[in-house]
C-alpha cells in the first residue's frame, strides 16, 4: 500500500474495537494497518469474483428462494464494496473521507452472506451444493486472515460470520457424522485468530524497527535534531509544497561564533555540551512541525513553515539572544557562544532546496563579513546585530 495514501481511521465504536492493534501502537503505524485493510487487491477481488461464482452456479443448479436470494445478496454486496473502495482509494491521496467503517461493515456482511450460503445448502440437505459452499467458504477465510492481518479482531469476526454457520447447519442435516464440524470449525476459529494476532504482532515490531531505523539514519545523534538527510528530506517536502500554492517558509542557516576556542580549550566534552544546549534551546523555540538541523560541526539550519521575511528575522533575532546565554560546564565553569544567521524565504526565484540553501548560505557569508553575531536576510541589506547586553539591534 502507497504510504502516500491517508486513510480516515475508523469512527465508530464497534469498528474502532475491530480494528484496534494495541495501546501503545504509535498513530503513524496504526494509520498504515488501517491503510493495509485497503489493500491486497488481487484476494480481494478473488474472494468477490469466487462467492459470485459458487452462488450462481448454485442458483443456476437449483433455482429456489433460498439459493437465489443468496445470490442477490452476494451480486448487491460486491457492487457496493467495490464502489467503497474505488471512492476510498480516490479519496485517500487527497486526505478526504473513504468510509472505512461503511467499508469494515460492508467486509463482515460479506463475510456473512458466505456463512449463509453455506447455511442454507446444508439444512436443504444438497451435499454437492454444500461441498461447493463449504470449499469455497474454507479458502476464504484464508484469505480473511491474509488480507485483513492489521486488525486481527476483524479477522477472528469475519471468519466466525463465515464459518459458524457451517455448525448451525450441520445441527439441521439429521446426520450425525456432520457434528465433526463442532471440534473443526471452533479449532479453525481459534487457530486463524491466534495466527493473525502474532502475524499483526510481527507486522508491528517491523514496522517499529523500521521506523526507528529511519529515524537514525535522519537525525543527528548528539543532539536529537535532524541530520544533512532528514534537513535535505524536509526542504523537499516544503518546496514541493511552495509551488503548488502562496505560502512561503524561511530557512536560516546558522554558524556558531566561539565554538573552537571553547572546544580547543576544554575540551570535546565540553563543546559537546554547548551544542547539545544550544540544539535544545532552539528546538524549544520552534513549533512541532518546525525542523532544527545540525548538518556539521557547529552549524545548524532552522526550517520554519508560514513565515515571512519580516517574522523569520524576528526568529533569528530571538535565537541570538538565546544562543548568547552563559552555558555551565560539568566543572562549573561558565561558557558562552554566539550565533551568525543567514536568511533566505522559500518563495519565487528559492522554491528549490539548492536555491534556498545557496541563498541562506550566502546570506550567512555576509553575517559573517559583519563580524558575526548578527542576521543577515538574503535580499535585504540590513543586518540585526546583537549588542553585548545580548538584545539584537540593527547594524
Known sequence: ????????????????????????????????????????????????INTLMIAGVVAWRRPEPLYLSWLAMEVLLAVVRVLILRSALRAA???????????????????????????????????????????????????????????????GAMIFLSLGPMCLGAAFTGEYVTAIVFIQIPFYLVSMSIASHRLNR????????????????SEDALTGLANR?????????????????????????????????????????????????????????????????????DEFIVLVTGIDATAALRLGEHLLHDASQPITLADGTRVSVGLSIGISIVSGANRSPDAALHSADAALYRAKAQGGRCCAVAGMESIEKEVPDGEPAVA
Open 1 to 48: 500500500m502507497d504510504t502516500a495514501l491517508k486513510f480516515s481511521l475508523p469512527k465508530w465504536r464497534l469498528t474502532r474495537w475491530l480494528t484496534h492493534s494495541g495501546h501503545d501502537t504509535p498513530a503513524d503505524i496504526r494509520s498504515a494497518l488501517i491503510a493495509s485493510l485497503f489493500g491486497t487487491l488481487p484476494i480481494f477481488a478473488g474472494g468477490v
Open 93 to 155: 491521496p487527497k486526505g478526504g473521507n473513504t468510509h472505512t467503517d461503511v467499508y469494515i461493515l460492508l467486509a463482515l456482511l460479506w463475510a456473512f452472506s458466505v456463512g449463509y450460503g453455506v447455511f442454507v445448502t446444508f439444512i436443504n440437505g444438497d451435499w454437492l451444493a454444500a461441498t461447493l459452499a463449504g470449499v469455497s467458504c474454507g479458502a476464504m477465510a484464508g484469505g480473511i486472515c491474509f488480507r485483513n492481518y492489521g486488525a486481527p479482531r476483524l479477522v
Open 202 to 217: 510481527i507486522l508491528v515490531s517491523t514496522m517499529l524497527a523500521e521506523r526507528d531505523s529511519e529515524r537514525r539514519a
Open 229 to 297: 538527510a532528514g534537513l535535505q528530506a524536509a526542504l523537499e517536502r516544503v518546496c514541493a509544497s511552495a509551488r503548488g500554492q502562496d505560502s512561503s517558509a524561511a530557512l536560516l542557516y546558522m554558524d556558531m561564533d566561539g565554538f573552537k576556542l571553547i572546544n580547543d580549550t576544554y575540551g570535546h566534552a565540553a563543546g559537546d555540551k554547548v551544542l547539545i544546549t544550544t540544539a535544545q534551546r532552539m528546538r524549544s523555540m520552534l513549533r512541532v512541525d518546525d525542523v532544527a538541523a545540525r548538518i556539521g560541526g
